[in-house]
């Protein structure tokens, strides 16, 4: 099971059947109202994945206190051909009557209750799941390869200097080699980057993005 817990009503359906769509990389939106023949209908849930080739499925969401009746699949048939859906799907709470089942052989619907929709799509939910996290611990590596260069400049580098007035990152300490020509004032030491040359000064900016862009991957990471 993908969720483990029954839909609260049918909004709650619906959402969950979005959010597995979402999950297995297609573009899914709840009440979308579409253009038929016969008027306008109103799809619980429209799914297109827009790999080639593409696939658009619509469902009908049913969280009925009784089983879904023929009719209901008989019109529901209607609007997916009205609407030219590769797939149409009813979920139903308590599934379905009699006939019904007999009504969509060889036709491109499908009829499932909650559990049965879930097992259906778990499969490649779970390809999908496994890839996210995999470029997730990519994305995890990257960062720590960052700050190990960070880590890299710190060593490289002495005694301690501060530049508070060159970052807007307050409290920001690093070694470095530089002779840096400072002077004391009311006891503290104030470091002259002005007359730092260029070469030394682009140094000074790449260490300030890199530690920047360590702040960025800090906060991506408490996310």
């Known amino acids: 099971m993908i969720f483990n817990q029954e839909p609260k009503d049918w909004k709650d359906l619906q959402d969950k059947v979005k959010i597995i769509f979402d999950d297995i990389g297609y573009e899914a939106t709840t009440e979308k109202t579409m253009e038929l023949v016969r008027g306008k209908k109103e799809i619980d849930v429209f799914a297109v994945n827009n790999s080639k080739p593409q696939m658009t499925i619509i469902v009908e969401c049913k969280l009925y206190n009784s089983r879904v009746s023929q009719d209901v699949v008989h019109s529901f048939s209607t609007v997916v051909q009205g609407c030219g859906a590769n797939i149409g799907i009813i979920v139903s709470k308590l599934g379905f009557q009699k006939g019904c089942y007999e009504a969509v052989e060889k036709t491109n619907i499908l009829l499932f209750n909650w559990e049965e929709f879930q097992n259906h799509f778990l499969e490649i939910w779970i390809e999908h799941s496994e890839k ?26 002495s005694p301690i200097y501060y530049w508070s007035k060159m970052t807007n990152l307050s409290n920001l300490s ?3 080699s530089m002779k840096i020509p400072r002077h004391k004032k009311n ?25 920047k862009r360590g702040e960025e991957c800090r906060k991506l990471l408490k996310m």
Do not use: C, M, W
């Open 132 to 157: 996210k996290l995999r470029d997730k611990a990519t994305q995890l590596g990257e960062i720590t390869d960052l700050f190990h260069g960070i880590d890299e400049l710190r060593n490289r580098f």
């Open 174 to 176: 690093f070694p470095f």
């Open 187 to 211: 006891d503290r030491t104030i470091y002259e980057f002005s007359s730092l040359k260029d070469h030394e000064k682009k140094v000074l900016l790449l260490i300030e993005q890199g530690v």
